[in-house]
């Protein structure tokens, strides 16, 4: 993290209204004014350009949990085809999260809700909580190659902090 060495003066609204943002989008202060100001950020999570999607004007104008959510695996998947394709074609029958077809996915649970990821041929399970979203992104982010840093920068810049140490108890999934 960067030392921050200089401090300015706002308003009891600004200040209200830039907490209320970085709560949301589970960032921290900093992080939604070099975001908003479109400013390029200098954590070391900067350089990688999944890191630099998620926390660029693209991705912030997805507004629900869901659009996010699937924003990132059309990016993911268009930049990684292959490895994509891989992984799901890997995946076991009752941990099957993403498909080829709507069909595919309902095959696994007539209740799932899925939705087309944008972009590619997947589908992707939607009604799946936080919890598990986060576990699935690690174990896909991790069979592509990123990082441990980066996966867990990304999954808490989407509101799936703790991947790896943030909540107590939580566990990274292999």
């Known amino acids: ?12 609204e600004v ?17 939604v004014l070099l975001s908003l100001l479109s400013v390029p950020a200098t954590s070391p999570e900067s350089a990688e350009p ?17 659009d996010k ?6 990016w993911v998947a268009t930049r990684h085809a292959e490895e994509f394709g891989e992984f799901i074609r890997r995946q076991s029958f009752h941990g099957r999260f993403l498909g080829l077809s709507q069909a595919e996915i309902q095959e696994t649970c007539r209740h799932n809700h899925a939705r087309q990821i944008d972009g590619t041929q997947y589908w992707a399970v939607l009604n799946l909580g ?10 896909l982010l991790e069979f592509i190659g990123y990082r441990d840093a980066v996966v867990d920068f990304v999954c808490g810049v989407i509101g799936l902090r703790g991947a790896f140490g943030g909540d107590p108890g939580t566990a990274r999934v292999a």
């Open 15 to 31: 200040y209200a209204a830039l907490q209320r943002l970085a709560a949301q989008s589970h960032a921290t202060p900093d992080e």
């Open 50 to 66: 999944l890191a630099a999607y998620v926390v660029g004007t693209d991705f912030r104008a997805a507004t629900t949990a869901d």
């Open 1 to 12: 993290m960067v030392e921050l060495v200089k401090s300015i003066e706002v308003s009891d």
């Open 130 to 139: 936080s919890a598990t979203k986060r576990r699935f992104l690690a174990r």
């Open 69 to 74: 959510y699937l924003s990132l695996l059309a």
